[in-house]
C-alpha cells in the first residue's frame, strides 16, 4: 500500500485487534485542529500573564483597556480547562498505536514516539495542576509559577515538534472524509488476524454503536459543557451554572470573592488598630491618618479584581489617585512607585511604575461601602488591567523614587 508507507513508514507487522473502525486519522486529525488551537491560545495568554505578573521594566504594562488581562485569563483559563476533555477524546482515539508491533518500526518513528510521550505526560501534569490551581489548591512542595512556565515550554516544543513530524498525516487527515475507510489506521479484514483464526465462515466486523461524527459531536458536548460550568467565575452571568467555578462572586464580602483574609494575613490587629497611619516617602515624607484620606479620597473608578487563578469580577472603587501622593510627596508620573502591606512575605508589596502610576488609585471604599478587612481595609492599591496579585490591600506604606 504506497500511500501507507509514504506517510507512515514501514507498516506495523501485528495491529491490536481491539482497534474501533470508528477511530481514524480523520477523526484524529479533526479533534487534534481544536486541542492544538486552544493549547496556542492557552500557551499565547499564559504567557501574557507572565509578563503582567513581573512586567519588563523598559515594557511596563498599559493601563487600558482596563479589562485587557481579565479577558486574557478568562480565555487561558477557559482553553486550558477544555483541553482537559479534548486531550482524552484524543488520547483515546489513538492509543491502539502503542500496541502496535514492532514498537519502533525505525528512528523517524523512534522520535515521534518520544515526542509524543514527552508531550503527553507534560500535558497530563500541566492540566491537572492547572486546573487545581484554579481551585486555590496547592498539594505539592514546588513553586508553581515557575514549573508551570516551565511546563509550557516543553510542553508547547513538544507539540510543534509532533505536529512536525505528523504533518503528513495531518493533511491526509484532514483531507480525509470523516465517514470512508482509513489507510493508516483500519486493518483491512482480510489482514486481521481475527479473520484467519478459524477458517470457514467469519463474521463481518461489528457496526460500531457510535459514528465517527457522533464522537466528534460528544467531544464538542464535552468541551461545551466543562467552559461553560467553569467560565461562570468571570463571565458572572453565568455564575449560577458555574458548577466547576468556585470562585463566584456573590461568595465574598461586599460582592468580591476573597483570596487570602486578613486572618490569614496575621494582620487584623494592626489594620484596625486607631493608631494606624499611611507613611509616604519620598522627597518630601508625610503621614496621612484614615480621616485625612478620607477627606482625599473623592476619585471614583469601575475597575475588575482579576486574580490569576481565574476568576475575575468588576467592582466599583473609591478613593485617592496614586498620583496624587505621589506628587504631595515631590514625586511625579515617571516616578516609581513601591506600595507596602503590614502583611510581610510574598504578597507584601508591589511596585507601580509607568502608565499604571497616573492610573492606580489608593481605595478606601469598594462597591459603596467602607473596605472590608479581607478586602484590604483601610487602604489598598487597585490598579487597571494588571493581576489581582499585584493589588496589595493593607498598606501601611507607599515609597516614591
Ligand atoms: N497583602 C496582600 N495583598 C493581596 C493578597 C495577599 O495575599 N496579601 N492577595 C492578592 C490576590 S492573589 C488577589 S487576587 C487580590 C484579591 O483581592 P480581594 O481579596 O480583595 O478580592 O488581592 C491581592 N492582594
Ligand atoms: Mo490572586
Not at 107 to 129: D, P
Not at 178 to 186: F, K, P, Q, R, Y
Not at 278 to 302: C, I, S, W
Amino acid at each position: 500500500m504506497p500511500i501507507l508507507e509514504r506517510l507512515n513508514g514501514p507498516r506495523p507487522e501485528r495491529w491490536p485487534a481491539f482497534n474501533s473502525p470508528v477511530r481514524s486519522t480523520a477523526l484524529t486529525a479533526r479533534i487534534g485542529r481544536v486541542l492544538g488551537i486552544c493549547f496556542g491560545i492557552c500557551f499565547v495568554t499564559g504567557m501574557l500573564s507572565y509578563y503582567q505578573y513581573a512586567p519588563w521594566s523598559w515594557l511596563p504594562e498599559p493601563a487600558s483597556p482596563v479589562w485587557l488581562y481579565r479577558f486574557t485569563q478568562g480565555l487561558h483559563v477557559a482553553t486550558g480547562t477544555a483541553t482537559i476533555p479534548l486531550l482524552l477524546v484524543k488520547l483515546w482515539s489513538v492509543y491502539p498505536n502503542l500496541f502496535r508491533w514492532p514498537a519502533v518500526r525505525s528512528l523517524k518513528h523512534a522520535a515521534e514516539r518520544l515526542s509524543v510521550f514527552v508531550l503527553i505526560s507534560t500535558a497530563l501534569v500541566q492540566l491537572t495542576t492547572g486546573y487545581l490551581n484554579t481551585l486555590n489548591w496547592y498539594p505539592w512542595p514546588w513553586d508553581f509559577v515557575s514549573v508551570h512556565r516551565f511546563l509550557a515550554y516543553v510542553l508547547i516544543g513538544s507539540i510543534l515538534l509532533h505536529v512536525g513530524l505528523k504533518l503528513p498525516d495531518i493533511k491526509y487527515g484532514l483531507e480525509a472524509d470523516l465517514a470512508t475507510a482509513d489507510v493508516l489506521t483500519e486493518i483491512p479484514w482480510s489482514e486481521n488476524p481475527l479473520a484467519h483464526s478459524n477458517a470457514g465462515d467469519v463474521p463481518p466486523p461489528p457496526t460500531p454503536a457510535l459514528s465517527r461524527r457522533g464522537v466528534l459531536v460528544a467531544g464538542a458536548a464535552g468541551l461545551g459543557a466543562v467552559v461553560v460550568t467553569s467560565v461562570g467565575q468571570t463571565v458572572t452571568p453565568l455564575e449560577p451554572i458555574g458548577l466547576l467555578a468556585v470562585r463566584q462572586w456573590t461568595k465574598g464580602p461586599q460582592g468580591v470573592p476573597v483570596n487570602k483574609t486578613a486572618d490569614q494575613a496575621g494582620i487584623i490587629a494592626e489594620a484596625s488598630s486607631g493608631d494606624w497611619r499611611l507613611h509616604v516617602a519620598g522627597r518630601t515624607p508625610y503621614v496621612l491618618t484614615l480621616a485625612d484620606l478620607d477627606e482625599l479620597a473623592q476619585a471614583e473608578a469601575q475597575l475588575p479584581v482579576t486574580c490569576v487563578e481565574g476568576w475575575s469580577v468588576g467592582a466599583h472603587w473609591r478613593g485617592i489617585p496614586l498620583l496624587e501622593v505621589v506628587r504631595r510627596a515631590g514625586g511625579d508620573a515617571s516616578s516609581r512607585v513601591r506600595v507596602v502591606s503590614l502583611e510581610q512575605g510574598l504578597y507584601g508589596n508591589s511596585v507601580v511604575v509607568g502608565p499604571q502610576v497616573s492610573a492606580a488609585l489608593l481605595a478606601t471604599h469598594l462597591n459603596g461601602e467602607r473596605l472590608n478587612l479581607d478586602h484590604g481595609y483601610p487602604l489598598r492599591l487597585i490598579s487597571p488591567n494588571r493581576p489581582g496579585v499585584l493589588n496589595t490591600k493593607w498598606l501601611t506604606s507607599v515609597e516614591v523614587t
